[in-house]
C-alpha cells in the first residue's frame, strides 16, 4: 500500500508538471490552453466571467488545507506517541526518526495554511470583480491535500491503518513512546532538520511581510514597492519556493515525492510569475526594467 501511494503521488506531480512545463515552452495548444485556466485577479479580463468563481474563494484553499494538515498532524502524531509502546520489534529506531521527521514536516505546514488562512480572511481584500477560473479553483482545493500528503507519505500507510484500528477497537487511552536506542528523544532533529526549518521560518517571515504590505482594497493598482519587491515581481512567489526548499532540506532530500512537490510549486509559480511580469509591464510605462519576474538574475 505504501509503495502504491508513494507512486500515486509522483505520478500526480509529474501529470501536473508536465503541462506547466509545456506551456511555458509557449508549445500549442498547451500554451493557450493552461493561461486561460491559470489566469487570475488582474491577468484575467473583467469580461472573461465564464467558468469562472470569485477570487476571494481563495480563502476555501486554505480551509482545506488547515483542516486535512491537522487531521494528518494529529493521526501522525498519535501513531508516533502510540506505536512504540506496543511492539520494539516493528517501531524500530529508524522508523521512529521516519514517523517524527515526517511529524515535524506536518507541524511547519499546518504554520504555512493556518496563516494563509488568517492573511485570506482578515488580511488579503479582493476586488469585487476579481475572478478565477473553475478549473484553477479545483487544482488550487485539491492541492494542500495532495501536498500535506507528500510530506508524510511514507508513513502515511500505516498511520491510516493504525487510526482505522484505534476507531475500531474504540482505544481511548494510550501510552506514550517508549523511545527504542537509549535516552534519545524521538522527535530527534538533526542539521538538516534544522537549517530546512530556519530556511522555512525565512520564507515564511517574507512571505507574511509581503503579503502585508501588498494591496489592502482600493480600486486602482500602483507599482509595488519595498522589501523583496525591489528585485523581483512576484517575491510572494519567490518566498513561497524558499518556503518549500526548507521543508525538502528539513526532510533530509531523500524523498523524490517531495523533490516533485518543490517542482510543482517551481513550475506552477514561475508559469504565473511570468503572466504577472508581462501585465506590470503591459500596465506601467515606467515599470521597472531591472526586475526578474521570480527568482533574481535566474527568471
Not at 491537522?70 to 493521526?75: G, K, S
Not at 504554520?111 to 488562512?117: G, H, P, S
Not at 524558499?242 to 532530500?253: F, R
Request: charged share 15%.
Amino acid at each position: 500500500m505504501e509503495v502504491g501511494l508513494v507512486a500515486l503521488l509522483r505520478l500526480t506531480w509529474v501529470a501536473a508538471i508536465l503541462p506547466i512545463i509545456l506551456a511555458s515552452l509557449r508549445l500549442r495548444p498547451f500554451h493557450q490552453t493552461i493561461l486561460g485556466l491559470a489566469k487570475r485577479g488582474k491577468t484575467m479580463h473583467p469580461s472573461s466571467s465564464k467558468f469562472t468563481v470569485p477570487q476571494r474563494f481563495f480563502s476555501h484553499f486554505y480551509m482545506v488545507g488547515t483542516l486535512w494538515t491537522t487531521l494528518l498532524l494529529l493521526t501522525t502524531w498519535l501513531y508516533a506517541c502510540t506505536a512504540g509502546s506496543t511492539s520494539s520489534t516493528i517501531f524500530a529506531l529508524h522508523k521512529s526518526h521516519r514517523v517524527w521527521r515526517a511529524l515535524f514536516l506536518l507541524w511547519l505546514m499546518e504554520a504555512q495554511v493556518l496563516r494563509r488562512l488568517y492573511e485570506s480572511l482578515y488580511v488579503f481584500h479582493y476586488r469585487p470583480l476579481a475572478r478565477m477560473h473553475i478549473f484553477g479553483y479545483f487544482i488550487g482545493m485539491s492541492y494542500y491535500i495532495v501536498a500535506s500528503l507528500s510530506l508524510c507519505c511514507t508513513c502515511a500507510p500505516e498511520v491510516f491503518e493504525f487510526t482505522l484500528d484505534l476507531v475500531s477497537e474504540g482505544r481511548k487511552q494510550w501510552q506514550p513512546l517508549e523511545v527504542i536506542g537509549g535516552n534519545r528523544s524521538p522527535l530527534w532533529l538533526g542539521w538538516k532538520q534544522w537549517v530546512g526549518s530556519a530556511i522555512f521560518l525565512w520564507g515564511w517571515i517574507h512571505q507574511l511581510r509581503i503579503l502585508g504590505s501588498m494591496r489592502a482594497g482600493g480600486e486602482e493598482y500602483v507599482i509595488p514597492k519595498g522589501d523583496w519587491f525591489e528585485i523581483v515581481s512576484s517575491p510572494h512567489y519567490l518566498a513561497e519556493i524558499v518556503i518549500y526548499v526548507g521543508l525538502l532540506i528539513a526532510s533530509g532530500g531523500a524523498d523524490i515525492t517531495i523533490w516533485l512537490l518543490l517542482a510543482f510549486v517551481v513550475t506552477n509559480l514561475g508559469f504565473a510569475a511570468a503572466e504577472t511580469q508581462k501585465w506590470y509591464i503591459g500596465k506601467f510605462e515606467d515599470y521597472p526594467k531591472h526586475r526578474y519576474a521570480m527568482i533574481p538574475f535566474i527568471f
